[in-house]
């Protein structure tokens, strides 16, 4: 990382993120804290960019502002009495004791990964990404696609089972 | 691979005109103080893209040529009162929208309101930064520039949801989750299309896939035509045009999730919906037709005005479908997405999957590709037409002449040869 | 799991202030998302208190009143009030007066099938399109009244005992020429909706009404054709010389909103035989018979009824002898037609909702009088 601008970046979208972040947990309105979190999402996929993992940034902006900051919209809408006031919560303590073990857990690894700067093509990477994940890393590669296929049955068994109407909505 | 073209680097060749402000930069660094030029570079791209793309493309053909030609098509004039043929017509709407009080109706979110609009404009702009206007014209020669696209073209889904649901009115908030619910159903076979396109090519660079057009002689649109028609369906329900205006329907819920806005708010949603369809246009130009390049008449035409042209001719297309079709219901459209687009998708790869490993492995002639365009039509046509079929789709059962009777008289049953299905 | 999603139905007004109500009317729509599940008609906001206005006034000064109930199909709302007039009073027409009755009945139900065949299609979505087209051919027809009578849309042309003034020399080659005309319109505009996937989509299976159903909501016009009833008053109760005209009534078959576009189309091609034959047979003589101004029809009532552009267009009157109604009372067709619309309605969705609206093709000016 060097220049200004490189700089300059990294910090304003530090703050834009935390700031979001933040706004996640502080917001009482659930909509408001959804648009938050995907403005969140997207100071990750800037991250991504000053990294040069710009495949990683744009399947992070598809995937998560895309697809399933939608799926939260979706089960916000669903979701009952969605505009109340969501000043306290019994879930608070338990929540921050699970932020904090996180934070922990993720301060130990950066500190103890040795982090070496490779010097190679950021061009390559998305050929390279793709080779590994089909060679070296194919069993967990396709066990991921398993999970999310048995992730949709289960929501559409979910779905049929309430309502058999559903069926004949779509026809 | 290298840039087969004849441009030049002086600056008085038009053909490319980065040389022409590459130039001008240059000049400007050695008189001017370090650091200006970047204003300089900022300003000549703001009047130069306004000059060659914004007021031909979005102004003249985006809401002009668009509500003359509707026009023509409803027989009407269309506008023709301010300015040579009407000419004006866009510069007077603006000036009265931005005349115009933006209310905010009570009860609504006003900070998500007051923001839908600017996060609607600025994925517009942004995502002409990875179109190839030329060899060297291009703002940003990003790798995984597809995707960029693809990512880009999301957010305003996310915009207009925003704007319905803050408005507080019912029509808004009907708007917004339709868009929401249609957003995931258009994008999966919206991806699948174009992945048969990169499979292919090898490449989600935008500028190596028109080289690569322009290397083997063959625009992709005769090697994937069934991609291509997925593409155009499945972005015409992301742009919100007619047949698939779903979330704006005018007939149903007044204008969707625009219903509160007014004034330039209104103006910023109404016009860069042009400015998205000319990105979608762009794009499909590119990665279909060719982009910039013309089986060699690319040498003495500007490439960017060829590119130009073929994003007219694609938003032509959008303005001969808004002035034709009526509109599918939200579920119709789902159903379509589901059932149809995304199996065809799904058979396009597999088609394409296979030829890309023949043409490899095989290491067979180029003249190959042209043997694949002509089994890819044959099979897109067929594809279409069976893949209909076994849905039940049977034109031919649906009876489109009224019965006849001379006698008045009570009920007469319909006869079991006319019975027709959906 | 299940319980705890739970969607909330809530109401959605749909009108008075809509691109998609046909005027001020209003239908207050219980949705549960896109799913109808009730569908209350709000009525009035065009109240203009008609029928008991016309009880102040004389026969003739009448005649207005009925140009502005259904404003789209002036003409047949005129000759029904004649006709109930005549009844009531034992007038009689010559057969030119009546031959004119029927081609101007017929070019109206020609103008207002454009418009009902139009607005249809904006209401499924077609932006515009076709309803700028049908508006083209409808000026035709308007402008042929225009040269009648003087007026476009309130044409005010039938009298008591037949028709105001005599057809105009330009009258007969003008229409002859419009019916050259239409025919390929109503080819193109079939061509451009009939074969459309999309339009057969949004309408096929809509809005279906069983014929039991139709016939016990006192239905007519194509409403109940379309769910395959062979009515039609100018075949089952012949007035003004309709049994000389040989005509064909156009039935649907299922009853859906398709099939009430279809048999419009098709009446739209009948109107034009019927008025190709009474333009062929139009006999000479008066066009009208003298009555007397100040008209004090004998005690008694009288219903007469036509087949309006929208179904059976009754007038109702009642006589105390007087030189103006005791009663008047108009059955208006689009009234009753829309008492059909919650059973079209409820289990569709909203976008349905306003497909079935539009293949009902209600007047608001009828509905509230």
Known sequence: MEGFGVNFAFWTLSAVTLGAAGGVVVSRNLLHAVLFLILAFIGVAGFFVLLSAEFIAMAQVIIYVGAISVLVLFAVLLTPRAGRDNGETAMALPALLLAIAVATVFIFVVNDTNWTTVAKSPELATAELGTALLSTWVLPFELASVLLTAALVGAIMLVRSREEEAEDALA | MALPTLVTEHWYDLRDLSNLSREILEGADKILPHGIVYVLAALIGFVASFLIFVLPSQLIVGVYGERKLIGRMQSRYGPNRVGPFGLLQPIADAIKLMQKEALTPKGADRAVMYLAPIIFVAPAVLLFAVIPFGPKMILADINPALLYFLAVSSLPVLAAFMAGWSANNKYSLFGAMRIVAMSISYEVPLVLALLGVVLFTGTTSLQEMVLWQKHFDIWIVFLQPLALAIYFIAVSAELNRTPTDIAEAESEIVAGYLTEYSGMKWGLFYG??????????????????????????????????????????????????????????????????????????????????????????QELDDSYLYIFAVVNIWAALGAIWAWSRFLGYRPERNPVRARLVNEAGGYVPVPEAAKGGK | MTDAIKTEPFVLNIGPQHPSTHGVFRIKVTVDGEKVLDAEMVMGYLHRSMEKLAEERTYTQNIPFTDRTDYLSSMANNLGYCLAVEKLAGIGVPARGDAIRVIMAELQRLASHCMAVGAFTNDTGAWQTPVMWAFREREKILDIFEMTCGARLTCNYMRIGGVAFDLPAAFEPAVRKLLRELVPFIDEMEGLLVGNEIFLARTRGVGVLTPEQATNASLSGPLLRGSGIAWDLRKADPYCGYEQYDFDIPIGYQGDSFDRFIVRIEEMRQSIKIIKQALDGLPGGPHSTQVPLALRPPQGEAYARVEGSRGELGYYLVSDDGPSPYRFHIRAPSFINLSALKEMTVGGTVADAIVVLGSIDVVVGEIDR
């Not at chain 2, 994003?311 to 997405?337: C, E, K, N, S």
Request: charged share 15%; no cysteine.
């Open chain 2, 272 to 361: 860069m919906d042009i400015g998205y369809a000319l990105a979608a246009s762009a794009f499909a130009a590119t990665v279909f037709l060719g982009g910039w390049s013309m089986f060699g008449l690319d040498k003495w035409v500007p490439p960017w005005m060829i590119i130009i042209g073929k994003t007219h001719l694609f938003y032509f297309v959008f303005i001969w479908t808004r002035g034709t079709l009526p509109r599918l219901r939200i579920d119709q459209l789902m159903a379509f997405a589901w059932k149809f687009m995304l199996p065809v998708a799904l058979l396009n790869l597999v088609l394409v999957a296979t030829e890309r490993m023949l043409w490899v492995e």
